[in-house]
């Protein structure tokens, strides 16, 4: 009797244990004010046509429902597919396209189909036609489109595959170049109930560190999977008759560029064997240029499973593209060091141009001292801009490269690559006929566009760069009290541009701008759909850490709040690594931004009276093999700073103050409570604990475990949770998708919390990926943030024990 009664008392203990563990089991919602903001309509996304003359409006759903996005997904070769469209697994769409002239402002809106879900449209080179793709519930549509009477038609027959590669590209003014389904593959694999055999890997001694890749190819039926939905059948369709013409035999399309005579196409595709440690672009890979039969023309590389090393390139060609002002001119880069960065070289890579009909061998264009990292053609020169960087020392140089060789190479800017106040911009563009990115050009003038970053905010910026005088002259620059951002060039002989104008009290809207004018024209005319979030106060708050590094966090205060007042505090942030403390000191941010929340936002708290420091500086300054040896001290630093300054400045109760962040910023949260008593409480979303789980690396740390193991054991807070008595709620998707944040991460950190006696709560969100897409799913993780941080922070009398 006595045996049965304590197991009966043993069961009933589990059921309590169980019950309290297994608390919602539905999705919860946040206040409703919180709600009111959720529900608000959002802002318009906007393309402007080549012509300059019409922009359209699309209007995104934001928040898909959850039955969304746990539509069926199969999570293959590091993409994530929905079999039933054969397409993404989650894409963002618009519900609403609207034409909208410039001359006079006059709108007309699209008719499309019922429960549309339809990408942003694409226009063609003359701006007559735009393109797009509707996802239906079993297909992916294209469909076409005039501006002259905003009248769409699908194209019947075509059936688009997305799945893999770039589903649409013009190849002319009327003839797309689309990926579509292969009519004749069949059904999809099925998966045999009884296994042909195991799954093996193999090693034969090459060094091969690699990524913690998440979504890879685990078996033979995977593989099948992967190669059905992977393929795609190349197709030329002329818009005006539907008329479709079979390009090639059916491939894994990984990309297709088009040569600007539009008699030539450079594909790159991807085959077998495949590997179950690599995605996809990892894959062998073939490269040919075809004509636009399928013939083809010139193999420029067939290469192997790609072994990168970690901080590295691929070895081969790599970032094959057309020169846009000829023909048909092959350029690619390659890599003089094998793509190994721990390899000394005078010249790490060179980059390579060979001519049509692609015979004889390539000749070398330029050689970079480091990686290179980024080339802009000229629109009508023929010269380019070629950016290399050193990734050690975090610096970037721009230079000014002839193509004919005209002339010897000038170096225009050389900088850290975290450089924000002295950033001279990115150079405007413009489209090609066939799709390439061009630097728009006035003569010899550019023009280059940036955040303007200052000490007081960001002050975007539109300049004018002569390249023969190296110098810059502004054209427009935000007004301070206001933000406003450069959108597109609609003139470059008199500088004809549209902005993106908003202040604290006005929704952003659009304007078109003179260069010659103080009075800029008004596109549109958006109210504010939530007029209690004009009663936060906002600012940018700047102070030192104790060893004098500057640093900054953005201060949101209530609405209606009262001078004086000390209030909970919730510091919401994300640890970045710098070479060097004036880098590491610069404001970013805007206290003129006209304030919007959305989404699962740490700024919701504010409107339920707590003082929000957002984005609040964590610098983690070294070089960058050492950098984190110091991280957790650091980030003490950083977060008593912040503390002590909000404090000082009245607005914060010291003693109630909460910390959060996601990613990097969940993995600075748990190591924050496990080191610090700085704080009541803590919300880590989506984070990784334990670094012995990447052992190869991860933020920007080079050194694998092995090479550096106490500092992966120091800065892993999973090593401490014996220490985290500080209550720590953490949130994940169950279907995270980022590399080294699997969802185990938070699994496994809770388990050792709770282990050890700590306070701890565990959200796992179904179907979510490392951002939270559904409406349900958002609602709920603002209610667990509200909740959190009303148990353990906001009601805390000074004294009182967590």
């Known amino acids: 009797m006595r045996i049965r009664f304590a ?23 946040p206040p409703q004010n919180i709600l009111d903001i959720l529900n608000a309509p959002v802002t318009p996304q906007v393309s402007v046509s080549p012509t300059k003359d019409v922009i359209i409006l699309a209007t995104q759903r934001r928040y898909p429902p959850i039955a969304d996005v746990s539509q069926p997904m199969l999570r293959l070769a590091g993409s994530r597919i929905n079999p039933a469209t054969n397409g993404p ?54 469909w076409v489109g005039q501006p002259t009477t905003a009248q769409v038609r699908k194209i019947p027959g075509v059936a688009i595959n997305a799945a893999y590669g770039e589903p649409l590209t013009w190849l002319d003014t009327h003839t797309l170049l689309v990926q579509m389904v292969p009519a004749s593959r069949g059904k999809a694999p099925g998966e045999s109930a009884v296994p042909t055999g195991p799954s093996v890997q193999e090693t034969t001694g090459d060094t091969s560190p690699m990524r913690t890749y998440e979504d890879l190819l685990q078996n033979q039926h995977d593989e099948a999977l992967w190669e059905y939905y992977a393929t795609s059948q190349l197709g030329l369709i002329d818009v005006v008759t539907g008329k479709v013409t079979l390009v090639g035999k059916p491939r894994m399309l990984q990309s297709i ?15 077998r064997p495949f590997s179950y440690q690599f995605p996809a672009s990892d894959f062998p890979r073939l490269v040919e240029v075809w004509d636009l039969t399928g013939q083809v023309q010139y193999k420029l590389e067939d290469l192997p499973l790609a072994r990168t090393p970690i901080g590295g390139v691929r070895s081969g060609p790599r970032n094959y593209q057309w020169y846009p002002n000829d023909p048909a001119t092959l350029v690619w880069t390659e890599a003089l060091d094998e793509g ?70 000038v170096q225009v800017w050389s900088m850290s690559t975290q450089e924000r106040y002295k950033d001279p911009g990115a150079p405007v563009t413009r489209l090609t006929a066939t799709g390439q990115r061009v630097v728009v050009q ?32 502004r054209i427009f620059r935000s007004a301070s009290g206001s933000y406003e951002t450069f959108v597109d060039l609609l003139d470059a002989a008199a500088p004809r541009f549209v902005t993106r104008h908003e202040t604290p009290t006005e929704p952003p809207n659009y304007y078109v701008r003179t260069a010659t004018s103080d009075t800029p024209q008004m596109l549109t005319k958006f109210t504010d759909t939530t007029p209690i979030l004009r009663k936060i106060r906002k600012q940018i708050v700047t102070y030192k850490r104790e060893d004098g590094v500057d640093l900054s966090f953005e201060l949101y205060l209530p609405p209606d709040y009262k001078e004086g007042t000390r ?40 409107l339920q009276g707590y003082a929000v420091l957002d984005n609040a500086a964590m ?28 404090a000082e400045m009245g607005v914060t109760d010291p003693n109630r103050v909460g910390v959060g962040g996601h990613s990097y910023g969940a993995f600075m949260t748990a190591n924050l409570l496990a080191h610090t008593n700085l704080f009541r409480a803590g919300i880590a979303r989506s984070g990784a604990y334990n670094r012995t789980l990447t052992p190869f690396g991860f933020q920007s740390e080079e050194r694998t475990l092995w090479e550096a193991p106490e500092t992966y054991l120091s800065m892993s807070p999973f090593m401490f949770a014996d220490k985290l008595k500080t209550p720590i709620l953490m949130i994940h998707g169950e279907a995270d998708d980022n590399s080294g944040t699997f969802p ?17 709560r565990l959200v796992m969100l179904p179907a979510e990926a490392h951002g939270y897409a559904a409406r349900e799913t958002i609602e709920d993780v603002l209610y667990e943030m509200v909740s959190w941080m009303e148990r353990y922070v906001k009601d805390i009398q000074p004294g009182q024990k967590q």
Do not use: C
């Open 442 to 473: 006035n003569g010899d003038d550019i023009f280059l566009t940036g955040a303007g970053s200052t000490p007081r905010g960001d002050m975007p910026f539109f300049d004018r760069f002569n390249l023969k005088a190296q110098k810059s002259e």
């Open 619 to 646: 610098p983690v300054i070294g070089t960058p093999k050492q950098v984190n040896d110091t991280y957790v001290q650091q980030i003490t630093m950083d977060a008593k700073a912040a503390i002590q300054k909000a």
């Open 744 to 760: 185990i991460q938070s699994q496994r950190m809770y388990q050792a919390v709770a282990g050890n006696g700590g306070t701890a």
């Open 340 to 409: 190994n960065p721990s390899k000394k070289l005078a010249f790490r890579d060179q980059l390579l141009t060979l001519k049509a009909p692609f015979s004889g061998q390539p000749s070398e264009l330029y050689k970079t001292v480091n990686r290179l990292s980024g080339l802009s053609w000229l629109d009508k020169d023929r010269s380019l801009l070629v950016t290399d960087t050193d990734r050690d020392k975090k610096w970037r140089t721009t230079s000014l490269v002839s193509v004919d060789k005209s002339f010897e190479p």
């Open 257 to 271: 560029t088009i040569s600007p005579d539009a008699k030539h196409l450079l594909v790159a595709s991807i085959h």
């Open 567 to 606: 209030l909970p505090t919730f510091m919401w942030a994300y640890p970045y690594e710098y070479n060097d403390a004036s880098t590491a000191s610069q404001v970013t941010g805007s206290p003129w931004r006209f304030t919007t929340i959305g989404g699962p936002s740490e700024l919701f708290l504010v």
């Open 89 to 142: 697994h989650l894409a963002q769409y618009s519900t609403a396209l609207t034409l909208k002239k410039l001359a006079d402002g006059t709108e007309t809106k699209v008719t499309l189909p019922v429960d549309a879900r339809v990408s942003l449209p694409r226009w063609n080179s003359d701006g007559k036609r735009f393109a797009f793709i509707n996802t239906t519930a079993n297909s992916i549509e294209l």
């Open 7 to 29: 197991t009966g008392s043993l069961l009933i203990f589990v059921f309590f244990v169980s019950a309290s563990m297994a608390q919602e089991t539905h999705y919860m919602k």
